[in-house]
Every structure is written in C-alpha cells, then in structure tokens.
C-alpha cells in the first residue's frame, strides 16, 4: 500500500498553483497519474521518488514511511526503493544494454532476474550495445528492465510512451502490463492519453482539479 | 649535440607541467562537481575567483604571490617558522602558483562538461540506490571523458607556456625554477637566437600537437568549445 497526503505549491506558466493529493493506492495496482498539462503529474512522480520535497504530508510506502513534515523525515532516493522511468530514459551512454541493468542491482547480484530481464523483455541481440545505438522503442525497454532489476517496491512510469509512434506505443502497453503483472509491481504511471489509461490501468489518480482525495476505478472511462 | 642545460630547462618545463596537471585534475574535479550543482549563492563568487587567471595579468598574480611566500612575515614567515619551508625562487613556488594559474583552463571544461549532462542521469542513479561518490565515478565522470581530457591538454598546454607569474615569483634560475618560456626571453637578451630557436620550435610544436588532439576529441556538435566560446 502507497499512503500519499501531500501538498506542494508549484510555480507554474499560469502563476503558481497548489498540488494536493491524499490518496492510498492499492500493492499490485497499476494506476495512472492523468490531468492536464502543468498540473504537476510529474512533480507528484519526483515527490514520491524523493527528487522533489512536497511542502508539507506524509508519504509512506509499503507502511514505511519514507517522507513525514511532522517528523521532519525525508529518506533520500537512495532508500526509498522506488524505481523510476524517465521521459528521457536516462539510460547511461557509457554502459552497453546489459551493463545498464547490471548497475541497477545492489551488492547482492541476481544474474538471473537480469537474465530473465534481458529475455523477456527481447534484449538478448541488443545486450552489447550502446544506447545511443537504440530506437525509442528498444531504449523503453531498457530502461523499464534497468528499473525492474533494482527490486524497486514501487514502479513510476512517467509518461513512458510520449516519444514512440502510434505501432510501438501498443507493443510496448503490452511490455508494461507484462512487466507489471510478471514481476507482482505496485505501478504508477503518469499518461495523458484516455485510450492508454483505459487499456492498462486499474486505478486512476486524477489530478488538477483542487484537492484530489481518493482513488477512481479506471473502469469510469 | 643537445647541452645540458637546454635539457634540464625542457625537464624542468616538463615536470612543472605534469605536476601542475595532476595537482588540478585532482582538485578541480570536486570543485567542478560542486560549481556544477551547488545552489549556494556565493557560488559566483566561486566561479569569479575561478576564472580570475583569464583575465587578470599574470604579473599581478605573481606580484602579489611573492608577497604572500615572503619569508619576513604573513604566510611567508608561518612556513619559514613552523615547517623551515621557503617558496619564493624554488620550485614549489612556482609549482603552486602555476596551479592557482591554471585553475580555470582545468575547472572549466569538467563544469561545463557536468552541466551539459541531462539532470536525469544523476537522478536515475540516485532512484537506483547509488551514492553520490559511486554515481560520479560510474556514470557522470565516463560520460564527461571529452572534457576531462579537453581539460588536462589545455592545463598541460597552458603551464607549459606560462611566463609572467613564473617570473615574478621564481625568477631565472636554471635547473630551479627557469622553465623553457623563461629561457627563450633570457637567451634573447643575451642575443644567443639559435637557442631561443629550439626552445620556441620545441614549445610551438608541443602546443600545435596538444591543440590537435583536443579538436579531434572534440569534434562534432556537441564539444566543449562550440559550448564556450569565450574560451575558444
């Protein structure tokens, strides 16, 4: 279970706006993040990640509890065992494929999780490659393995299908529900696209309205 | 046949060059990590005094360098006293101020070649469990290599032809401090042309060399020079 209530004001094109979200979201959901832009879908991401510090709440996870104002706990991102896909990737360019998602694991190497990884995820050809070498597709695909291999407790996708055509966006849908189902995650997916969230999620955090209080079954789409 | 002298003045040069080199890669590589992310507001200030070797004449620097290693009082007498060290007119003098000299020919491209890295490649090791140290040496520092290597030949190339402060602050003296820059305007003066000829062609190619191969590292659209053309 993820316990979010959190409040954070953001500066913003239209001035500055307030981000309030108090919600629990379910072990083993996948929920998508939707509103409009600026309404701090990312921000929320990098607030539960602890890239970003809200301005007042408390976020646990799986009954830790990982950021408390009250208590002035703030675990950095190191401890806070949540895996993290960027817009970008943020793939390393200076590691191959499989150094990638070497790197992701602590001290206790399982070669065979990155294994299992590298095939299910099709990258068995592509494993001695660069980055910079990758289509978009294949570079989602390795950093969603890259994040899987760190055991995280929980998963943030944000907005992972933004820079793929329409053809690879539903292959890789596919690729995220298998990673989410195969590896029993807790996923929060950040999405704008109505027919995406309808396909994947079970839950749905909508967020930009004033203060979002609770979760919605996707099924309302 | 080549005179001692003209080889010890090269080896002199040469070493102060290394030296220097190493001494700043050493330092400026925390120093550039911290110029490249720290949000503290005296950090311009940083940066100024970084850069202050660029513009400020190096006479100056050496004026006020022979000052500080002065033995009768200041700092100068605290190293005389306590440790019976002398750095004006020796070696280690003129290796320190050859250090605070090239600072920002090292700091320079290792800043900007941290801060053109995307934010996200730190964050992504940060959300992996990786520490600061380990994310600098594993991710951030191969992925600046241009510039680490842009750094060390411009450092290299730049104390090699450093000659206003080295004056000032070590004088001429051969096999101590008259680094080959010196020896070329010393045997001008004592119109001996044929020795400043292979001190200057010696100088002249190592720095054509050292420039080559920084350009060819550099190549494509996005280097360190295309990046800072105040520099270039």
Known sequence: ?221 | MMDTDFITTLALTGKLAVLTTIILLVIGLPVAYWLAYTHCRVKVVFEALVCMPMVLPPTVMGYYLLLAFNPQKGFGGFLDRFFDVRLAFTFEGILIASVLAGLPFMIQPLQNGLQGLPVSYREAAYTLGKSKTKTFFSVLLPNIRPSVITGIALTFAHTIGEFGIVLMVGGSIPGETRIASIAIYDEVQTLNYRQADRYSLILFLLSFVLLVIIYSINRGPNNYFTNNKHLG
């Open chain 1, 1 to 221: 279970m993820i316990e979010l209530d959190i409040r954070k004001q953001m500066l913003t094109a239209d001035g500055l706006r307030s981000l309030e979200v108090s919600v629990e979201i379910p072990r083993h959901s996948l929920t998508c993040i939707w509103g409009p832009s600026g309404s701090g879908k990312t921000t929320l991401l990098r607030m539960i990640a602890g890239l970003v510090k809200p301005d007042k709440g408390t976020i646990s996870i799986n009954s830790i509890p990982v950021y408390d104002s009250g208590k002035k706990i703030n675990l950095v991102p190191q401890r806070r065992h949540v895996g993290y896909m960027f817009q970008d990737y943020a793939l390393f360019p200076n590691m191959t494929v499989e150094k990638n998602i070497r790197f992701a694991q602590g001290r206790d190497k399982d070669k065979e999780l990155v294994e299992t990884l590298i095939r299910e995820f099709g990258l068995d050809n592509l494993r001695r490659q660069k980055p910079d070498k990758l289509s978009g597709g294949q570079k989602q695909r390795v950093a969603l393995a890259r994040a899987i291999a760190a055991k995280p407790h929980l998963l943030l996708l944000d907005e992972p299908l933004s820079a793929v055509d329409e053809e690879m966006r539903l292959s890789l849908q596919d690729e995220i529900v298998k990673a989410h189902t195969l590896f029993s995650m807790t996923t929060l997916m950040v999405s704008h696209d109505r027919a995406e969230i309808a396909r994947l999620s079970t839950h749905l955090l909508p967020i930009g309205q004033g203060k979002t209080v609770g979760l919605e079954k996707a099924s309302f789409l």
